[in-house]
T-cell receptor, first 109, second 111 residues
Framework: QKEVEQDPGPLSVPEGAIVSLNCTYS??????FMWYRQYSRKGPELLMY????GNKEDGRFTAQVDKSSKYISLFIRDSQPSDSATYLC?????????FGTGTSLTVIP | EPEVTQTPSHQVTQMGQEVILRCVPI?????FYWYRQILGQKVEFLVS????????KSEIFDDQFSVERPDGSNFTLKIRSTKLEDSAMYFC?????????FGPGTRLTVT
């Protein structure tokens, strides 16, 4: 059983759309949840970081964690072509870190 | 804005050779990590380092690998006797607590 499951996509949306990206996990010991954006052949760039269940908002991005369902989401409002990238979820017990496979997103102008 | 840097950006080596990948973490961070990403696959945790010692390592991080913080700024990953399957992007990350900041990576090609 994989620790972290993430739909690889690809996902293609028109500019201005709301994007929903999701991950599920199996390890109830995960406490820290992160979303990264990765452009081709570059390092992951931290977007959002949350500790507990609930929502966290930062500009056009909202991260949501539901520990009871072992499900996390990232919402992107008013998507822009510059948001086109691979989005990685990651989670941690505090010691090891586990990444999803990433969802490839293309925002079409 | 401070950032993690890594050198070299691309390293080509022959099978069986040793390579050292270098990282300069963000200066006030306390936790350091190495990850690898084989082309088209997920980012995989290798090792975490805190207070000058390994705090956690994955199954991938076997005796072929070692890490060091030789001075106050650099953080290195040594891969001994490289194999073809070691070809990947290697990312260093540093963290003040739990959120990690990644470097641009070193592309290692083993021929």
């Amino acid at each position: 059983q994989k620790e972290v499951e993430q739909d690889p996509g690809p996902l293609s949306v028109p500019e201005g759309a709301i994007v929903s990206l999701n991950c599920t996990y199996s390890n109830s010991a995960f406490q820290y949840f992160m979303w990264y954006r990765q452009y081709s052949r570059k390092g992951p760039e931290l977007l959002m970081y949350t500790y507990s269940s609930g929502n966290k908002e930062d500009g056009r991005f909202t991260a949501q964690v539901d520990k009871s369902s072992k499900y996390i989401s990232l919402f992107i409002r008013d998507s822009q072509p510059s948001d086109s990238a691979t989005y990685l979820c990651a989670m941690s017990t505090g010691n090891q870190f586990y990444f999803g496979t990433g969802t490839s997103l293309t925002v079409i102008p | 804005e401070p950032e993690v840097t890594q050198t070299p950006s691309h390293q080509v080596t022959q099978m069986g050779q040793e390579v050292i990948l270098r990282c300069v973490p963000i200066s006030n961070h306390l936790y350091f990590y190495w990850y690898r990403q084989i082309l088209g696959q997920k980012v995989e945790f290798l090792v975490s380092f805190y207070n000058n010692e390994i705090s956690e390592k994955s199954e991938i991080f076997d005796d072929q690998f070692s890490v060091e913080r030789p001075d106050g700024s650099n953080f290195t990953l040594k891969i001994r006797s490289t194999k073809l399957e070691d070809s990947a992007m290697y990312f260093c990350a540093s963290s003040p607590s739990y959120e990690q900041y990644f470097g641009p990576g070193t592309r290692l090609t083993v021929t």
